[in-house]
């Protein structure tokens, strides 16, 4: 089957690309490749922060999931590929690899001082690429309009996305280790509160109370850790 | 008026310094309210539970519990163990959910079902309710340390607190306070690990022995009575009534998941899975705090029972933790423990801040008022009101000078999970909700802990119309009982547009 190549990092230039590459998709009845390229460069978060700020990358947007759910409310087959290492590479490679017949990407246009800051990957991938790139100047049209899909989408999804965490399997083991904390913090404040006196009692050196106190903290930090990794893991697994 | 410390106000200064650097450096890029309330929604998971940490951990947290375990033993560790324990609802119940239906402020998510102009007022009121009654002894607490840490006026403590705060959130917002609420978890955390090691170095003894020591001795408090060690390790110190410590103990646990300064943080990470990993790192840094926090109260007693009378201040328990700093580590390490003090006032504050500007300007101006305008205003608008409610913070904290105003910080954990916790729960996982229900649940919570706190023994003395301190008891279980009743009742009329309104949602 045909495909577009569709690098998308959330930003506001890359969501117009979006549409613009679902639009072209359905036309020419393609797959829509959708990639995000994770940097590998090490950055500190406050230059992380930095540039989601220059690029106007908006504040809840995952590019990917917007390109999906756009890509479903067309009909248009989708693909996500998630890679890691240099931007402008990652895309060609991909390109290469998926057979992709064009790429659509958006350009930040950036000026001043972010442009030499940042680069221009729409630029690298325009020299180095054996396909054929496509690559969106949004104009301030454009970024309305697909800021407003943005907003389509959203607006439809807060019971959806909530439904979809509470659901899973992971989601009611967290309930039930909560009612089995609350359980054991409920004992613990009560017995402090009306049974001191079994507080005093002597254990390992110390007494109840503060073995219990410290047992408690303890427990907090490892049903933490205990629950992240399970979490971790299942999400890894899906 | 105490004399001035160069070496505290030094490093103090040093530290203002670098929060400066960084707010400016951070405020060049951000344009957008997005990048101002929330970061842009790109912080990263651990830099995020960090900065959770450096939020929820106030002086109130590190000063007041140090001393409250020195003063009270036992009692002071059991608020310690409360302070931790609501993070559990917050792991299990809020995070993965509130990320994703959050976008700014926590009415954001409570409208998130129902656009609800009326909701999201009730929500922005709640906000700023409970972050002005957090607020306030932040401020107090910022006036009364900076006298005998670094040797500066009440009135000029607040006000350099104050205008640095508001110079972090009015540069940057959310990305400068994320570094400061990081830098200082962090710096936190090193002081409590190396107080704690410095304690135990010092006595000479591993940490249960320490602590079967304490309690197989006669320890003389700070007052001058002599009580056995079994007693001070032992509830019933400070609480003597059992309800109200129930009372209390109810409050922690629920309200913790309920302040909207701690949510608002939720929304700085770019998925649901990165919600839990920061609460979770935030556990873990918050565990180890609580837990050690134990050994620096004992510590001062300790100490202060071998005859060392400078280990604490029988007048001021809030010097406990720089006091012990200055016995097991010189002038040097009292500077330091002192500065990372103050740094836990400017993160905690900002956070309030931002919280209360939310409110104000993305909630009620824009939303509620329907002042629709274009970035570069709304940002300038929300900066404004950030600047605005700084300086109300710094007049507040100057008029309460001399007020005992640390319960309020228990009042604001009761309203929070009286007023916003119920509204929040239903919102997220009871269908059956409506706008109704969301409404009066979160004025009833609201009004009903306010009015049982005014006429709560603290307020009106012992002839106290409501025989408990902290209301939670009595106003948690009604905030509940209203938002679900209100919804119930609203279902059976079919006249009610909102039921309909909730009706036309897609079935599952």
Redesign the interface.
Known sequence: MKNILLPTDGSTPALVATVKAVEMAKQRGAMLVILRVEEQAPMVGIERLAESSALMRPEFQDGVQYAQELAAENKVPTKVIIREGSVAGEIIRTANEEGSELIVLGTSSLRGLNRLYLGSVAKTVVGQSSTSVVVIKPSAEEIKNALSMVKEVIAETPAKAVRTITRTKQFRIGVYLFAAYVIGYAAFILAGSYAKDMFKAAMLGMNVGTVSGIVLILATIGLAIGFNWYAGRTEEAS | MAEIHPLSLAIFIAITLLTLA?SI??G?????A??Y????????WF?NGFAIAGDYLSAASFLGITGLVAFAG?DG??Y???F??G???A???IA??LR??G??TFADALT??FKSRKIRLAAAISTLVVSVFYLIPQMVGSGSIVGPLIGLDYEIGVVVIGLLVVFIVATAGM?ST??VQ?IKGFMLLIAVIALTVGVLVAAGMGP??F??NI?SSNITLPSGATVPG??F????MK?KD??D??SL?MAL?LGTAALPHILIRY?TV????DA??S??IA??VM??F??LI?FLGLGAIYFFNQGITGALNPADANLTAPLLAQYIGGDVFYAVISSIAFATILGTVSGLIMASAGAIAHDIYAEVLGHKSSEKRSLLISKGTAIGVGLIAIVLGILSKGQNVAFLVGLAFAIAASANLPALMCT??WKRTTENGLIYGILAGLISSIVLIVISPTMMGPDALFSLNNPGIVSIPLGFAVTMGVSMMGEGSAANSKTEQRRA?PE?
Do not use: D, Q
């Open positions: 960084i450096y951070a060049r890029r951000v344009r957008t997005g990048h309330y929330v970061a842009g929604g790109g912080v990263r830099v036992y560790f059991i310690a163990i409360g931790l324990a993070w559990i609802v792991l299990f119940l993965e959910p994703a239906i976008k700014f998130s079902k990305v994320t570094w990081f249960f022995e602590i079967g309690i079994e007693t390790m032992a509830p019933g609480y059992p309800l410590f129930v103990a646990i929304f770019p998925k649901p899975a839990r990993k609460t979770v556990i873990i565990g180890i609580y837990l134990l997220l996982f949602e599952e």
